[in-house]
C-alpha cells in the first residue's frame, strides 16, 4: 500500500540555521512526489515535485530512491518559511495524491 | 483567475442532518479531486470527478456519501446523516489534467454536534 511518513510533527529552528524535513514512503511503483506548503490563514499549495527538479523559495529536495525518501531542504532558514508543509506522492499521473500527515516548521528569529 | 472556491468555509450540521459541500474549480479546470483531514491527520482522497463522470471513488465511504460534478455548476459533496465522526475539514482541489498539479481550494470545516 501507499503510504508517506513525516517522523516530525513539530521542527523548531534558528532563523538562518539549515533545515531538513524528512519523508519517507513506501511504494511499488516509480511514484511522483510532491511537497506542498500551507502558509498561515492561506491554502495549501505546490512547493515543487520531483520530476520538475526546481528550486522554489530557496528549497530543494532529492528523490532517494534507494532509502525511499523525499527531504525536504534549506540552506538558511527564514522567518517566512514558518507553516505546515506536506509530503505526497501519486502514482504516474498525478491522481490521487496520498498525503503524509504534515511537519509544522517554526522559524525563530 | 480565481482559483478554487469552495463553500461554505464553515459548516454546522447536527447528527443525523445532511450536509452539502460545494467546489468551483479554477476555470478551464475539468478535473476536481475531494480529501478529507481529520485532526492531526494529513489530507486523505475521497473522490475523483471529470465533468459528469466520477473516475476514482475508493477513498469515499460506501454509505452516506456521495459526490458529483455536473456539466454546469459547482462539484457537490454530500453527506447525508451526517455523524460527528465526519467532523473535518473538507478540501478540494483542481486541474486542468490528470498529470497536471492539483490546485486546492481553502476547505470547508464541517462541524457535527
Known amino acids: 500500500a501507499q503510504r508517506v511518513t513525516q517522523p516530525e510533527k513539530l521542527l523548531s529552528v534558528f532563523k538562518g540555521a539549515p533545515v531538513e524535513l524528512k519523508c519517507n514512503y513506501s511504494y511499488s511503483g516509480s511514484p511522483e512526489l510532491f511537497w506542498y506548503v500551507q502558509y498561515s490563514r492561506q491554502r495549501l499549495q505546490l512547493l515543487l515535485r520531483h520530476i520538475s527538479r526546481e528550486s522554489i523559495k530557496g528549497f530543494t529536495a532529492d528523490l532517494n530512491k534507494g532509502e525511499t525518501s523525499f527531504h525536504l531542504k534549506k540552506p538558511f532558514a527564514q522567518e517566512e518559511d514558518s507553516a505546515m508543509y506536506y509530503c505526497a506522492l501519486a502514482d504516474s499521473g498525478n491522481t490521487p495524491l496520498v498525503f503524509g500527515k504534515g511537519t509544522r516548521l517554526s522559524v525563530i528569529a | ?113
Open chain 2, 1 to 113: 483567475n480565481a482559483g478554487v472556491m469552495q463553500n461554505p468555509r464553515h459548516l454546522v450540521r447536527r447528527r443525523g442532518q445532511e450536509a452539502r459541500l460545494r467546489c468551483s474549480p479554477m476555470k478551464g479546470h475539468s478535473h476536481v479531486y475531494w480529501y478529507r483531514q481529520l485532526p492531526e491527520e494529513g489530507l486523505k482522497f475521497m473522490v475523483y470527478l471529470q465533468k459528469e463522470n466520477i473516475i476514482d471513488e475508493s477513498g469515499m465511504p460506501k454509505e452516506r456519501f456521495s459526490a458529483e460534478f455536473p456539466k454546469e455548476g459547482p462539484s457537490i459533496l454530500r453527506i447525508q446523516q451526517v455523524v460527528r465522526g465526519d467532523s473535518a475539514a473538507y478540501f478540494c482541489a483542481s486541474s486542468p489534467s490528470q498529470t497536471d498539479t492539483q490546485y486546492f481550494g481553502p476547505g470547508t470545516r464541517l462541524t457535527v454536534l
